[in-house]
Structure formats: C-alpha cells, structure tokens
C-alpha cells in the first residue's frame, strides 16, 4: 500500500528541491505526487519565495509555471553587448572601410552602466550572433510547449550622416526561417548625433520548432570620411521573457 504523505508536507518538501526534479522526476512518481506538482498554488508560491513579481498585480499569468520558468531563466542571450570585450562572441561578416571599433559612446545612454559602443566605418560593417536555445537552456519540448515572447532590443545612434540595418530570424533546427523581422533601411542624419534610439521587436505565437535566434545588424556613413563615423551600436539584446513582460 502506498504511503500517504499530507498535502502541505509534500509541497514544502518540493518547495526545497530543484524546480527541475520537481517537474522530471516527483510529478511522475504518482498521483499524489503529479497533483501537487501540478498545482497553481506550488508554482504560485515558488514565484513567491524567488522573488519572482508580477509588474502589474492586475495581470495574473495564465500558466504560473511558465512564468516562473520564464523568470528563472531570463537574462540577455547576446555575448558582449556592449563591447565591453572587444569584439569576442560577434561573428564580423563585413568589416568595411577602417573595420569596427569599440569607443566611449559620444552621448550618454539611458542606462547610465553603458559605457562603451561598437561603430562603425565608411564602407559596410556589419556583424551577427547564432544563438543555440538548447544550448541556453531552453529544451525543444520547452520551446514547443510554452512558446515563450522572443524580446529583441538594439539601441543604435549616428554620429554623421549614416544608414543603419537589422535583421532578426528564427530558425529551425535545419536552419531553415520560421518567422523574421527586417525592418527597412533607416538613412540617419548627423543633427541626430547625441540621441540614443531603441529598436525593439517581439516575437510572439511563432509556433514549434524553434531552436535557433539568428541575430545580425550594421551600417556605414555616408560621408566617407576615413575613420569611425558611422552608425554606433550597444546592449543590444535577446531575451525570452513571459507574456506579462512584453
């Protein structure tokens, strides 16, 4: 006969232990054990004691698993943002005029801990990132299942007279496209130069088979001036964050 363990002891004993062995291993032990794993209030609860909020009270999520999943493992998918490290983590596709090159940003960005930025030179650079989410720790029974928001962000700024490109792709496991955001060309002036701009895009109901976030952007000036006159980039970011956060 099977031991019966009460209720209220069960969830604070899985309240202890990895989120992860609760959902892989204790949901699949028994019933008893499957409910309690299941339920709102547990998840609710774990939310609770990690410090997970909701931003507006009135928003409740639909599924508090996900949401704490979601929150546990969010946080920026791009390696250096910021060129903080040089170029390291960028793949250079084109590395035009004088190339890329990290500098001090001329203005100051809303986020006051950026203090460097990549820019670019009088011919075309541009540079891209592949993100593997397995690799991230977003299993594909994961994607498939919770299709969590995509968040893309890129703070971008001219210093003369430039052009500035972005594309982003989602990508099967064959590397084929399953939902891509390109927006147009921007042609940016010089009388812009101190004002940092954000392009944001998310993606969202893309459906399964998501395993890669192809990431690529660039520029040029279109004065031609020998040196770094171009269009200037940092924090650029990708991030898989729940609906209540987009």
């Known amino acids: 006969m099977a031991f019966h363990i009460p209720v209220d002891i069960l969830e604070e004993v899985f309240l202890n232990l990895p989120a992860h062995l609760v959902v892989s291993v204790c949901r699949l032990v028994c019933s008893q054990w499957k409910d309690v794993a299941d339920t709102e209030s547990f998840w609710r609860e774990r939310c609770r004691r990690n410090g997970y909020h909701l931003r507006e009270s009135s928003k409740v999520p639909s599924d508090w698993r996900l949401f704490y999943f979601i929150c546990k493992k969010r946080r920026n998918l791009i390696k250096n943002p910021r060129g903080e490290d040089e170029l ?93 955001f390109t927006p147009d060309t921007l042609y940016l002036l010089e009388q812009d130069n101190q004002t940092w701009k954000q392009m944001i895009h998310v993606f969202k109901d893309y459906g399964p088979g998501v395993r890669y976030v192809y990431f690529e952007h660039g520029g040029k000036d279109l004065v031609f001036w020998a040196g770094w006159y171009g269009i200037r980039f940092t924090e650029t970011c990708i991030e898989l964050c729940s609906t209540l956060d987009t």
């Open 88 to 180: 390291q983590g960028w793949k250079i596709i084109r590395n035009g005029g004088d190339g890329w090159r990290i500098e001090r940003p001329m203005a100051p960005h809303p986020n006051t801990e950026v203090q460097t930025n990549f820019v670019t030179s009088f011919s075309m650079c541009s540079k891209s990132q592949l993100i593997d989410l397995e690799e991230e720790g977003y299993s594909q029974a994961f994607m498939d299942e919770f299709q969590p928001h995509i968040r893309v962000s890129d703070w971008y700024a001219p210093r003369c007279d430039c052009i500035y490109n972005m594309s982003v792709k989602l990508l099967h496991s064959n590397r084929g496209v399953i939902q891509e």
